[in-house]
Nanobody, 123 residues
Framework: QVQLVESGGASVQAGGSLRLSCATS????????MAWFRQAPGKERERVAT???????VYADSVKGRFTLSKDGAANTLVLQVINAKPEDTAMYYC?????????????????WGQGTQVTVSS
């Protein structure tokens, strides 16, 4: 059973920084495609960033240059580093995983989800 546990959500001022973490097992972090999605009230869930088991990353255009996705293999943790946060980044952020070699931008393609962590950016 794949477990994903997010943490790190917070309320910050615009321009601030955040570090979101997703704790999981060593098998998941090494073998699965992993991703962060976000969902704001009244909006659809959208892909923020994905990382393949080989470490190849893809970012949504809206977060390029501000978000960095990485794996901490020693801690079995997926990390999303956020700098220069903007009010439009406000959302519930979800960690997701799928047991395939390649990643997808669609939330429908992910089998496993965490409970979410809230990010609020005020102007």
């Amino acid at each position: 059973q794949v477990q994903l546990v997010e943490s790190g959500g917070a309320s910050v001022q615009a321009g601030g920084s955040l570090r979101l973490s997703c704790a999981t097992s060593d098998d998941t972090i090494r073998s699965y495609c992993m991703a962060w999605f976000r969902q704001a009230p009244g909006k659809e869930r959208e892909r923020v960033a994905t990382i393949t088991r080989h470490g190849e990353t893809v970012y949504a255009d809206s977060v390029k240059g501000r978000f960095t996705l990485s794996k901490d293999g020693a801690a079995n943790t997926l990390v999303l580093q956020v700098i220069n946060a903007k009010p439009e980044d406000t959302a519930m952020y979800y960690c997701a995983a799928r047991a395939t070699r390649w990643c997808s931008s669609s939330p429908r393609d992910y089998n496993y989800w965490g409970q979410g962590t809230q990010v609020t950016v005020s102007s």
